[in-house]
């Protein structure tokens, strides 16, 4: 499972290993010098705040250093730290046959591997973004992590896979018991309806490199 703690601790040694405080790595990135600070990283009604994916992007450029290496300085050698090897291909690749069982578990060759936090699903995957179609939400080369076994609730970040092959990654706006509706992440694309029969499978997307 992917702590609280753990990607905030990252964050502090990052700083460290820089020779910087945490409001020094804030303001090299070009982000205001307080967005670190420890009031920042819990809320008045005591519900734990997250870095964005923004600025963790931010904080890596500014210190030349890969997704790899912060995800490493999560492991402090507890539970929480276990690190997981997640498959990933390219999102074109997806919708091809072989990569995926039928309950939409991760299969067969052709896959890479990365190393990341545990994320509580064994068969969690990643896959490669290409092209310009889910900008402003999902750039070319972001990564995103899917769950097949997270739970899904209205306004989740889906990726959906028809019984025709092909693979979307959209919003769940809306669920009946016959069909669902997806909105685009694009504006320039509209929302559409599938049938619930023309699914093969959906899972969450948990977590994006932006």
């Keep these: 499972m992917l702590r609280h703690q753990d990607v905030w601790g990252a964050i502090d040694r ?43 992007a931010k904080i890596l450029e500014a210190t030349q250093k890969t997704m790899g290496h912060f995800v490493s300085l999560m492991h402090d050698g507890s539970e929480g730290g276990v690190m997981q090897r997640i498959p990933v291909i390219g999102y074109a690749q997806a919708g091809r046959d072989g990569f995926f069982d039928d309950a939409g578990y991760p299969t067969g060759s052709g896959w890479d591997a990365v190393d990341f936090p545990n994320v509580g699903d064994p068969n969690a995957y990643a896959l490669e973004i290409s092209g310009n179609s889910m900008e402003p939400i999902f750039r070319d080369g972001d990564v995103i992590i899917v769950s097949p076994r997270a739970s899904i609730r209205r306004g989740d970040r889906v990726v959906v896979r028809t019984k025709a092959g092909e693979i979307l990654a959209k ?14 992440f694009n504006p320039d694309h509209g929302a559409i309806e599938i049938g619930l029969d023309e699914i093969e499978w959906m899972a969450r997307i948990i977590w994006a490199s932006q």
């Design 14 to 56: 990052l700083a460290a290993e820089n020779g910087l405080s945490a409001s020094a790595l804030a303001r090299r990135s070009g982000l205001d010098p307080t967005s670190f600070n420890k009031s920042k990283r819990v809320a008045r009604n005591g519900k734990p705040r997250w870095p964005t994916t923004e600025s963790l």
């Design 171 to 184: 919003s769940l706006s809306r669920q009946t018991a016959n069909r669902i509706e997806l909105t685009s």
